[in-house]
């Protein structure tokens, strides 16, 4: 799917608020960066933000590369596009975001908004972010990733966490997964 990069960006739209306090962000100015690889995300919410543009703008690819690396060949991405297809995004509403869980953990709670035979339905879910290098080493950029706890890992409670923390996954990401 496209749109023009003057457009509301599809992360700005809530179906349940008829009046902002500001004017909503283009597409150019909002997501479209962070699907271009342009720029990083600066905070969970806003790679949640992203990852919903991703969804209704049918970006499947950006929704693997926006999970945590050692669960992104364990995705499905066929799955993911079918299902972004599927599904009439009406928009998104940030309930809360948890900014600062430890040192590089954080949780978006959002309602997901789609339109279905029975009217505007919400997903409603509370997710988990971590601040993660891409690679375990020193000189590899750190970004924001999404932990999905729908996938299941070979990985035991005191093996390396797999967000390269180099803390055990029992006291890394181990709680949120």
Same mark, same amino acid.
């Given at each position: ?13 809530? =179906?349940?608020? !008829? ?6 962000? /283009?597409?150019? *100015?909002?997501? #479209? /960066?962070?699907?271009?690889? #342009? ?24 929704? @693997? ?36 869980? +430890? ?5 978006? #709670? ?17 997710? !988990? ?5 891409? *690679?375990?080493?020193?000189?590899? =950029? ?14 035991? *409670?005191?093996? =390396? ?5 180099? #803390? ?5 990401? +181990? /709680?949120? @997964?």
């Amino acid at each position: 799917m496209t749109i023009a990069t003057d457009a509301i960006c599809p992360c700005q739209l809530n =179906p349940n608020i !008829t009046q902002t306090l500001g004017a909503p962000l /283009p597409y150019s *100015q909002c997501c #479209e /960066p962070l699907h271009k690889g #342009e720029r990083a995300a600066e905070t969970a919410e806003i790679l949640m933000r992203s990852r919903y543009a991703a969804f209704a703008l049918v970006l499947p690819d950006y929704i @693997v590369a926006t999970t945590l690396p050692a669960q992104q060949a364990l995705l499905d991405k066929a799955a993911i596009e079918d299902w972004a297809i599927a599904t009439d995004w009406a928009g998104l509403e940030i309930v809360q975001h948890l900014a600062k869980l +430890g040192k590089r953990h954080a949780q978006v #709670e959002f309602k997901a908004y789609f339109n279905s035979a029975a009217g505007l339905q919400a997903h409603h879910e509370l997710s !988990t972010f971590v601040k993660a290098t891409e *690679q375990v080493g020193k000189n590899t =950029p750190i970004k924001w990733y999404f932990l999905d706890p729908t996938v299941a890992m070979n990985v035991t *409670q005191k093996q =390396p966490c797999l967000c390269g923390s180099g #803390e055990k996954f029992k006291r890394c990401c +181990g /709680p949120y @997964v």
